[in-house]
């Protein structure tokens, strides 16, 4: 019952910066848990972090210090800034969201939005 749709992706350069958005919609009640995603192809999908309704953060370690995520609760979007990329993190980034008390990004997460792509170039 929550829709996603992710935007911001694109071309970047090592060492530079890009902000994903994901907008958010279709459920009105509490404890929604929303994350990022990645997927590389050929790779795993691993969690990068996720955000509780309360904006506590959860960040993978590969990324703490350089990804921030935050949310505007009015408009019900979630966003990714993330900083001094690295080529290795090129990945079709997803926006995912649960519903619970926890939320942390090694947990379920029943809705998913299309992805967006990002390319770090070297």
């Known amino acids: 019952q929550v829709q996603l749709v992710e935007s911001g992706g694109g071309s970047v350069q090592a060492g530079g910066s890009l902000r994903l958005s994901c907008a958010a919609s279709g459920y009105t009640g509490s404890n929604l848990c929303m994350g990022w995603f990645r997927q590389a192809p050929g790779k795993e999908r691993e969690g990068v972090g996720a955000?509780?309704?309360?904006?506590?953060?959860s960040y993978a370690e590969s990324v703490q210090g350089r990804f921030t995520m935050s949310k505007d609760n009015a408009k019900n979007t979630l966003y990714l800034q993330m900083n001094s990329v690295k080529p290795e993190e090129t990945a079709m980034y997803f926006c995912a969201a649960r519903i619970g008390l926890y939320c942390y990004p090694e947990l379920d997460f029943p809705y998913w939005g299309q992805g967006t792509q990002v390319t770090v170039s070297s």
């Open positions: 955000i509780d309704s309360n904006g506590v953060p």
